[in-house]
C-alpha cells in the first residue's frame, strides 16, 4: 500500500484520533503499541503536521525567545463546551439538584479545601483535618504548613474582591504577599519580584537535575507587563481565546516566569481563579482543584515540561487542567447530591426533633452536624453564633449529650462538644 493511503488505515486514523485526544507525548508514542508496519517515528511526524498547522501564538516567549504556541483539539473543545454549559453564568440547577441558596453554603467549605491542597502542593504537611478545623475554629496557625493554608484562605477571599479590578504588577505582588505572609525565610522577599541575585530554579530532588531555569530576574519588568496585558486583554487585536483557555493560559505563564522568590506555584493558581470569576464563571468558588492536582503533582509537573520541552506547546498543559476541571465539577456533583440526600432525609426527621424536645438552636446545630458544616463546638461558640447566656448555651449543648447526639470532652480548661460518629443512626433510633 502507498505511504499516502496506509495514513487512512482505520488503525492508524484511530492512533492519531487518541494521541490528540489525551495530548500523547513523545515518550508516551513511542511506548504505546503501534498499528501494524508503522515505526514511531512515522506517525509522530503525522502527530506533529496536524499540531504545527493549528498551533497560534499568544505572547508568552521563552528565555530563548522562541514564542509559547497552543491549539485545542477536540477533546479540548469538548471540555470548554462542558465548562460553558455548566459552569458559566447559566449553570443549569437542574442536573445538580440543588438550588442556588443550597450552593451557596458550601462555599466555605470549598474555599477552604483550595487552600489546604494548593499550599500541600508547595509542601505543606498537615492533614486535612487539622487544617480545616484551624479555618473553622480560627485558630492561629501554629507551623509554617498551617501559616501557609491560612494565607491562602485569605488571598482566595481577597480575590472574589479582586475580580473587578485589571491586573497589574502591584496586583501580583499584593496576591504573592499575602500568600507568603509569615513564611519566608526572608521577609523581605514579600511583595516583590525576585533579583538577579537570587536564582530560583526547579529541581529534581531525586538527582538534582534541573527541570526549569527560568527567565532571568532583569527580565521580568517587561515579562509581568506583558502578562498584564494578555491578562486585561490588550493584546493587540487577536483573534478570540476562550476566557478558560487565556485563564489557564495565565496559571501556566506565571509559573514559567517564576517571578517570586517563593510562592509562585499558589500565586499561579489563584490567577487562575481571578480570571475565571473575572469573566463571569462564578461556579469556580466551588471548584477546589487544587484538590485534583494535588493528587497528580507527577502529571502536574509533567504538563509543564512537556510544554516547555516540545516545541513550546502549552497544550499539554491546557489539556491537563482541562481534565482537572473536569473531574473537580464530576467530584462536586456527587458531593452535592450525596449532601441534598442527607438534607432531605435531616427533613424527614422534623417529627424526631419534635419527640425529644429539641430547640432551634439544638435542632440547627444538629443539621450543621449532618451537612458536614461543624465537627466540634464550644459554649464560647455558641453563645457567639446565638447570642446567648452561658447559662443557656451549656444547656443547650449539655442536653444534646444527655441525649446521645453529641460527645464531650475537656480540652485544657475548656469543655469541647462534638457530634457523635453515628449522629444519624441515633436521631432515627436505630
Known amino acids: 500500500m502507498e505511504p499516502a493511503k496506509r495514513m487512512f488505515d482505520p488503525a492508524v486514523q484511530e492512533f492519531l484520533r487518541r494521541a490528540n485526544l489525551e495530548y500523547w507525548h513523545w515518550d508516551q508514542v513511542r511506548r504505546h503499541p503501534l498499528p501494524a508496519g508503522w515505526d514511531a517515528s512515522a506517525l509522530w511526524c503525522l502527530i506533529k503536521a496536524a499540531r504545527v498547522a493549528n498551533r497560534r501564538e499568544f505572547g508568552l516567549q521563552s528565555s530563548t525567545g522562541e514564542p509559547f504556541r497552543f491549539w485545542l483539539p477536540e477533546g479540548a473543545q469538548h471540555d470548554l463546551y462542558q465548562t460553558d454549559i455548566r459552569m458559566g453564568a447559566r449553570l443549569r440547577f437542574d442536573e445538580l439538584d440543588v438550588t442556588a441558596s443550597e450552593l451557596r453554603r458550601y462555599t466555605a467549605t470549598s474555599l477552604m479545601e483550595e487552600a489546604i491542597a494548593s499550599s500541600q502542593i508547595e509542601g505543606a504537611q498537615t492533614t486535612r483535618e487539622v487544617a480545616r478545623e484551624m479555618l473553622r475554629r480560627g485558630r492561629r496557625p501554629r507551623t509554617r504548613a498551617e501559616q501557609m493554608i491560612l494565607n491562602n484562605y485569605k488571598t482566595i477571599l481577597m480575590i472574589r474582591d479582586l475580580k473587578g479590578r485589571a491586573l497589574s504588577g502591584d496586583m501580583l505582588l499584593d496576591l504573592q504577599r499575602s500568600m507568603t505572609h509569615g513564611t519566608l525565610d526572608d521577609p523581605s522577599a514579600a511583595g516583590r519580584f525576585r533579583r538577579s541575585t537570587e536564582r530560583v530554579r526547579i529541581v529534581d530532588e531525586r538527582d538534582n537535575t534541573v527541570l526549569h531555569d527560568p ?216
Open 215 to 430: 527567565p532571568p530576574a532583569s527580565e521580568l519588568p517587561a515579562r509581568m507587563d506583558a502578562l498584564c496585558r494578555f491578562a486585561n486583554e490588550e493584546d493587540g487585536g487577536e483573534p478570540f481565546i476562550h476566557p478558560i483557555v487565556r485563564a489557564i493560559l495565565l496559571h501556566f505563564w506565571l509559573g514559567y516566569e517564576h517571578p517570586f522568590v517563593d510562592g509562585n506555584g499558589r500565586t499561579a493558581r489563584a490567577l487562575f481563579y481571578w480570571y475565571a470569576l473575572r469573566r463571569g464563571y462564578w461556579f469556580f468558588e466551588y471548584l477546589p482543584i487544587s484538590r485534583i492536582i494535588a493528587r497528580a503533582p507527577i502529571r502536574y509537573g509533567r504538563a509543564y515540561l512537556y510544554a516547555e520541552s516540545d516545541d513550546k506547546d502549552a497544550t499539554y498543559f491546557i489539556v491537563f487542567h482541562l481534565q482537572v476541571i473536569r473531574t473537580a465539577f464530576t467530584e462536586l456533583v456527587d458531593y452535592l447530591r450525596a449532601q441534598r440526600s442527607r438534607l432531605d432525609e435531616a427533613k424527614d426527621l422534623q417529627k424526631r426533633y419534635r419527640e425529644l424536645n429539641l430547640n432551634h438552636r439544638q435542632i440547627q446545630l444538629i443539621q450543621d452536624a449532618i451537612n458536614d458544616e461543624v465537627d466540634e463546638h464550644t459554649i464560647q461558640k455558641h453563645r457567639g453564633v446565638y447570642g446567648v447566656s452561658y447559662g443557656s448555651a451549656y444547656t443547650d449543648l449539655d442536653g444534646l449529650v444527655r441525649r446521645g447526639l453529641f460527645e464531650r470532652a475537656r480540652r485544657g480548661r475548656q469543655l469541647v462538644f462534638y457530634p457523635a460518629d453515628d449522629l444519624a443512626e441515633r436521631l432515627r433510633g436505630t
